[in-house]
């Protein structure tokens, strides 16, 4: 049995940014990452969602991982902090299911 959790976030302006997460046996399954926003380079956001698939759904390990991830991608409309929020509030909600 796995666990899904959607979080997303509308900022002023009108930028929109969802992230779907999917945990199953305590492991990461599939994340993904949406919205109306820019991502600069757009690839590592794949790279992102590919490299988090098998990681334990912990919260320690996931932040250390975005984190890799800070200083690489330049986001327009939304932030970093923004998504990272998100990923880590689902990861908290399945955790808390």
Do not use: C, N, W
């Not at 049995?1 to 046996?25: D, F, H, N, T």
């Not at 600069?40 to 790279?47: A, F, G, T, V, W």
């Not at 984190?67 to 909600?93: I, M, N, Q, W």
Request: charged share 35%; net charge positive.
């Amino acid at each position: 049995m796995s666990i899904k959790v959607s979080k997303q976030l509308k900022r002023p302006g009108g930028k929109y940014l969802k992230v779907e997460l999917e945990v199953a046996k305590g492991r990461i399954v599939k994340l993904k990452i949406s919205g109306d926003f820019f991502a600069y380079p757009s690839h590592l956001l794949d790279m992102l969602e590919k490299e988090v698939a098998g990681v334990r759904a912990e919260r320690e390990g996931v932040e250390r991982l975005l984190e890799t991830y800070k200083d690489k991608l330049e986001f327009v409309g939304v932030s970093f902090e923004d998504l990272k929020r998100l990923v880590l509030e689902a990861l908290k909600e399945t955790i808390s299911t």
